[in-house]
């Protein structure tokens, strides 16, 4: 009866062949006679030899599976990050970062509002006028670290209309150079917002590098877009020291940014892809604590050159040795491996292995016999188009943009908040302890991170700091609110100096985790982005983290018009960042993706661990494929076995 029923449900009462594979009897003639038949045709007209050379190539998702696990087998056959040339190379990815420090942070100085005040001489040739004061330094700019160029002052009381009318105008600059962008072309009164566009140039020119070079970057590899990065920005860098009119520095700049994106982006997914899963974290890190060393040392380099075109060219000359990175750099081995362009990549690994002195012959999992095997494979290269049809990567790039772009927007908010955007008054009324000051902060949240990271994981730390930042920000929101009214009664016993000490402790908690969650954000993506477009989400992600700096100029282009209102915005956006957060999966300790799938079936854990004998409450892997009946065709058709993984291998 058993065997009645599996005939019936295979083909409708059709006679199954035997479990030996013999045929039925009355079956047997007639396959005999078709076979015979078939063998006399062979006999007759054999297959062409050319026809069985030209057979098609296997898929590109045939390729062995030992070549696409990079970090598994590549990587230990290199040495990992043992290897003395490996080292070389992460440490010739740090030295840049130096100079991009200095010129992430150039506006600063080069942008810096003075003290002017109109200077007409009177008979006796004495100089007379009245002194202006420039407005604190508590903007934000475009760097990384996101310390910017002072707000420009508001016209001062009285006879501001005589001011703005002077023929001669004196300055005292406080940045440590005697002449800026400022001082050079009278940049104040009616002239005052071409200082903002300045600043919005370098910014858009970021934005605008970060999306194009990094489509570049998975198209073309990650050496070409550095190496042509740097001659360009040496061609722009140094031509912006030589400009005659604002207008010629502002576009100037422009491109000077996007190249300066280029570098950054090409650097960064280099760093990533040349370390094993247990250093990336912190050869990131080291590369960010450089270039703080270039914040910090920036007020002493522009003391030392007075002037803001030597002070240009100063930031910019150092590029120069970069040009040495055509010899020594080679291209990123894991990107190769990637897109399949394995004649490159055996050419490579050999020269890996020689810098190394290794032997080949330690190749115990096979890699170079495989390799051999795959030469003649097509390369494939992917655009981050591509995203767009995933099911599951696309939202965890939005999400991570989304945090970028918050991160570094509510940073300014805080920023204006501790400085005092209404009283336009410094902590101390100095520019170098107000500079300093949001340095310091960028510092420790750096240094909190490593520890929190190490320990939480990726998406932990994110989602703490993410808390804390919306904490902040709604206790400011809110809480100095309710003190405000409080300290206007009469028997309340409350003073503006508490409001105004509750708003200093909660701008520079929230400025420590906002700097936390768009770092974090950004080595993030790097992670969960396949190598095969990690530089488009790199170009996404650094995109965003650009939008969200290019708040403080707009802020500051209207006068601080809407601050309260854009400080809302970005608190409702901490709140569901801290939802999307927990969707994220989890890449600490992990292998880098490779290609779409890989990023695709990237596992989502959840925070806390499930209990002996609890049963989840999200669907498995194979449930959800079951679920969604993608793969009921192939199912259907192929045979799948029961034992197919969640990734479909």
Known sequence: MAIDRRREAAGGGRQLPEENGSLPAGEAGSAAAAAAAAAATLAVAPPAPAEIQTLPPPAAGSCSPLLLDYDGSVLPLLGGLGG??????V???WIPALFIGFSQFSDSF???????????????????????????????SSGAGMLGTPALPTPPPGDNASQCHCHEWQYRIRAGLVQNIVSKWDLVCESSWKVHIAKFSLLVGLIFGYLITGCIADWVGRRPVLLFSVIFILIFGLTVALSVNVTMFSTLRFFEGFCLAGIILSLYALRIELCPPGHRFMVTMVASF??????????????????????????????LLMLLYWVIFP???RWLMATQQFE????????????????????????????EKELTRRPKKVCIVKVVGTRNLWKNI??????SLTGFGIHHCFAKSMMGHEAKMTITHNFYADYYTMAGIALASCLAMCPVVGFLGRRGGLLLFMILTALASLLQLGLLNLIGKYSQLPDSGMSDSVKDKFSTAFSIVGMFSSHAVGSLSVFFCAEITPTVIRGGGLGLVLASAGFGMLTAPIMELHNQKGYF????????CTLICIICILLLPESKNQNLPENIPDGEHYTRKPLLPHKKGEQPLLLTNSELKDYSGLHDSSAVGDGVSENTTANGM
Request: aromatic fraction near 6%; charged fraction near 15%.
């Open 331 to 333: 291209e990123s081995l």
């Open 84 to 89: 003395g040339y490996q080292r070389t190379l």
């Open 110 to 140: 080069l942008l810096d509002q003075p003290d002017f005040w109109c200077r007409e001489a009177d008979g006796q040739g004495n100089g007379t006028g009245h002194l202006t004061r420039g407005p604190a330094n508590h903007s934000q």
């Open 565 to 572: 209102l854009h400080h809302v915005i970005f608190a409702c």
């Open 290 to 319: 450089i270039a703080m060393a270039g914040q910090f040392l920036m007020p002493g380099l522009a003391a030392l050159c007075r002037d803001w075109q030597v002070l240009q060219a100063v930031i910019i000359c150092p590029f």
């Open 91 to 93: 440490l010739l990815t």
């Open 398 to 403: 939005v999400v991570l943009c989304v945090n």
């Open 344 to 371: 490159a990549s055996k050419k490579l690994i050999l020269h890996f292995t020689n810098k190394n002195e290794m032997n080949i012959e330690s190749d115990i999992k096979g890699v170079m016999p495989e390799l």
